[in-house]
């Protein structure tokens, strides 16, 4: 049973924009915290930002740059990573995780995993 599907990434130019997003299983929406990891070439897998969908509370790591933020939409149960100003460092292998508490959102306390989304940033 698929929990989570993400969507929306590709290939861009630097400058550009990406909305990445993730449509989780009922189950997940309304009792996870949601968010979004990343992995590039040769780098470990690394957390950016998730949201309680239960009460829209936040995390994000030190790694994500402000002009990056997540938000959620509880009526189609999805939750979204809004890229802006993309740089070739951003690219990577972005994966849509639930944890039982959004916490540090650390690797460890991931649950389940989606399949992942490629985006390439091109200078």
């Known amino acids: 049973q698929v929990q989570l599907v993400e969507s929306g990434g590709g290939s861009v130019q630097a400058g550009g924009s990406l909305r990445l997003s993730c449509a989780a299983s009922e189950y997940i929406y309304s009792s996870k915290c949601l968010g979004w990891f990343r992995q590039a070439p040769g780098k470990e897998r690394e957390g950016l930002a998730a949201?309680?969908?239960?009460?829209?509370?936040?995390v994000y790591s030190d790694s994500l740059e402000d002009r990056n933020f997540i938000s959620q939409d509880n009526a189609k149960r999805m939750i979204y990573l809004h890229m802006n100003n993309l740089k070739p460092e951003d690219t990577a292998r972005y994966y849509c995780a639930a944890a039982a508490a959004c916490g540090s959102w650390h690797i460890s306390d991931i649950a389940y995993w989606g399949q992942g989304t490629q985006v390439t940033v091109s200078s």
């Open positions: 949201v309680y969908p239960a009460d829209g509370s936040t």
